[in-house]
């Protein structure tokens, strides 16, 4: 909505009889005023849609004529966009964003706030790697264009921690005896898949949920926890 005073403020103890509104460049003009006077609204409003110049002419009774033009610069709206949304990370991995800016405009990553608080980035992708603690976070992006709009999209992000387990090995009875054993207990309550690798990294037995391994041959083994998060570890499997 703009309004036109100046046009109206000269002349305010006229009574108004007509107001035309023409627009340059092809542009579809506001609607005029006839044919009521507009003898209580010395400042009218126009709503306009496209970039042009708007031109008034007032005519008066008695045939005076006032002309005033005002020049509009319709600004296209950037669209800014943070992908994925939402998403989770666990502690320790990096979490791989990315962000458009419709209008192609510099791209800033921020924490904390949007416009005061941290900057994390500038372009188009952001690796983050979370902080403790756990917990729910928002990431922000923010473009500005030429007339100085700032455009905010949000991500949220949900960090989460690492399984915690305990780990009880049981040895072989002896050196070339595969009866060794392998308790993983979970700290926490969920559903978890576990893997146990040779020193080679090959596996060895799993995926499994039980975390209950047997018919072990001494040696070192790596384990493998994919909850929501993954967690390594490793154990010895020794001989009496």
């Known amino acids: 909505m703009f309004s ?7 002349f305010t103890w006229f009574f108004h009889t007509l107001v035309v509104w023409t627009a340059t460049g092809g542009a579809t003009p506001p609607p005029s005023f006839p044919p009521n006077p507009l003898s209580q609204a010395l400042s009218p ?8 110049s708007y031109i008034a002419t007032i005519t008066y009774r008695g045939g005076c004529v006032d002309r005033d033009t005002i020049q509009i610069r319709m600004q296209t709206p950037d669209t800014l966009r943070v992908s ?16 458009t800016s419709a209008l192609n405009l510099l ?5 904390g ?5 941290t900057l994390l980035g500038t372009g188009s992708s952001l690796a983050y790697i979370p902080t403790p603690p756990a917990g729910q976070t928002s990431l922000y992006v923010v473009t500005t264009d ?7 999209d ?5 960090v989460l921690e ?21 308790a993983v207990t979970p700290n926490a309550a969920g559903t978890y898949n576990y893997t146990l690798y040779n020193a080679a990294g090959g596996v060895v037995a799993g995926p499994t949920q039980t975390g209950q391994f047997a018919n072990l041959a001494p040696g070192r083994i790596s384990w493998l926890c994919r909850g929501l998060c993954l967690s390594p570890a490793r154990a010895m499997i020794r001989y009496m």
């Open 4 to 10: 036109v005073p100046s046009i109206y403020e000269k």
């Open 45 to 52: 409003t126009i709503t306009v849609t496209q970039s042009a």
């Open 84 to 99: 994925p949304d939402p998403v989770s990370v666990c502690l320790g991995d990096t979490l791989n964003l990315t962000a």
């Open 107 to 111: 791209i800033t990553w921020h924490s």
């Open 113 to 117: 706030a949007p416009l005061t608080g």
């Open 146 to 152: 030429s007339p100085g709009c700032t455009y905010i």
């Open 154 to 158: 949000t991500v949220a992000i949900d």
């Open 162 to 182: 690492e399984p915690d387990f305990t780990i009880t090995p049981t040895p072989a009875t002896c050196r070339g005896q595969n009866n060794g054993s392998i």
